[in-house]
């Protein structure tokens, strides 16, 4: 599988309240460029989540874009995504990967450190996230992350350095040029009101640095 570098969607229950909407939003992201996927659901809807897991699975394998599922490695399996996206708090990574294979995509969020970036590398974790770094509508009680926190990352970590938190197509550039391999996107992308069009604005960033 290439290395994971561009843009990187994170779906959003709200901004996509069906499944037609859903894949909609989220195929018109595709033909603009997203490079990755984070299926994002916090509901309890078991069959749902698995509906909709395998119908963004499919549709992302039509666009050769790997398919991660925040949180759940069950359900990972389960829809046979790609890959996982783990939180601090939602179990270990060297657990994630036992579980879904040498193969999976597995990533972690480590805020603003280093040292938790260390550990979930060294816990088999081969791409890991960092924010945030703008004021988030998604979290937006996280802790500020520094510019030159990915600088340092960058340097120092031979896998992919995700930026997330608050970016947009005004200050993605900013995360790019910092060292940045993917940008997560939220509300930026989803919320537009031609996604295809902002999913190739964002593409074009990593064009430009």
């Known amino acids: 599988m290439t290395r994971l570098h ?6 959003d229950a ?5 499944d037609d909407t859903m894949l909609e939003q989220v195929e018109a992201a595709l033909r603009g460029g997203m490079r990755l996927l984070q299926y994002r659901d916090k509901s309890t809807d078991g069959p749902k989540r698995l509906r909709q897991a395998l119908a963004l699975r499919d549709l992302c394998h039509q666009y050769h874009c790997p398919l991660l599922i925040n949180d759940d490695v069950k359900l990972a399996r389960a829809s046979q995504a790609d890959g996982v996206h783990l939180g601090q708090g939602d179990g270990s990574v060297a657990g994630a990967r036992d579980y879904l294979g ?3 995509l597995i ?5 603003d450190s280093l040292d938790l970036a260390r550990n979930a590398i060294a816990a088999g974790a081969d791409h890991v996230a960092f924010g945030a770094f703008f004021p988030s509508n998604t979290k937006p009680g996280a802790s500020p992350a520094p510019l030159s926190l990915l600088q ?37 992308l989803f919320a537009a009101d031609d ?5 190739h604005r964002f593409t074009q960033q990593f064009t430009m640095v």
């Open 6 to 11: 561009g843009l990187y969607g994170l779906t």
């Open 14 to 18: 709200g901004l996509m309240p069906t």
């Open 102 to 104: 040498s193969k999976a």
């Open 107 to 111: 990533g972690q969020t480590c805020h």
């Open 152 to 188: 340092a990352a960058k340097t120092e970590f031979q896998v992919p350095v995700v930026a997330i938190g608050g970016i947009s197509v005004d200050n993605a550039s900013q995360v790019i040029e910092a060292g940045a391999d993917l940008v997560a996107v939220v509300h930026a």
């Open 195 to 199: 996604v295809e069009q902002q999913a």
